[in-house]
């Protein structure tokens, strides 16, 4: 593909039946330069073309394809019982604060990523467990869940 066939304002493009994601699109609308093209994967092929028929535009396709929104705390009330996960977090800037050290606050689990349930997983077990990786979301949902509560049974 040479770059003159390529469009400057173009996130992704499809030839011969594949489709190429222009990784350095946001500087190409920016000042002209080189595409750096980068063939989806399998399951970003089919994402594609699902959001494409939606009628999606390129710069939304790619930012639900390649960005990672983390999850956000709101202030609506607390989920389902049972669906709440409370995590403790240490602050990232100091500030002035009545209570130092860390916090803790409550996020719906479903509001978190595959990752993010790993990372409390391993933290809870304090064992880095590489297999756990495998689960589906909704298994390592459910066995965070257990392993909570039955932390909390032993507790009492």
């Given at each position: 593909m040479s770059q003159r066939a390529i469009?400057?304002?173009s996130i992704f493009v499809e030839r011969e039946g594949w489709v190429y994601y222009v990784t350095n699109w946001q500087k190409r609308f920016a000042e002209p330069c080189r595409p750096k093209l980068?063939?989806?994967s399998p399951r970003h092929f089919v994402r594609y073309n699902e959001l494409k028929e939606k009628g999606r535009s390129q710069k939304t396709i790619?930012?639900?394809?390649?960005?990672?929104?983390p999850a956000k705390v709101t202030t609506a009330p607390p989920p389902a019982p049972g669906r709440a996960v409370t995590v403790r977090m240490e602050k990232i800037a100091p500030r002035e604060d009545?209570?130092?050290?860390?916090?803790?606050?409550?996020?719906?689990?479903?509001?978190?990523?595959?990752?993010q349930v790993l990372a409390l997983l391993q933290r809870v077990l304090r064992e880095r467990l590489p297999g756990?990786?495998?689960?589906?979301?909704?298994?390592?949902?459910?066995?965070?869940?257990?392993?909570?509560?039955?932390?909390?049974?032993?507790?009492?």
């Open positions: 469009p400057q304002q980068v063939r989806l790619a930012l639900l394809l390649f960005k990672r929104v009545k209570n130092p050290g860390s916090r803790t606050v409550t996020i719906d689990i479903t509001m978190l990523t595959h990752e756990l990786r495998a689960l589906p979301l909704t298994e390592l949902r459910r066995l965070y869940l257990a392993v909570v509560e039955l932390r909390r049974e032993a507790k009492t």
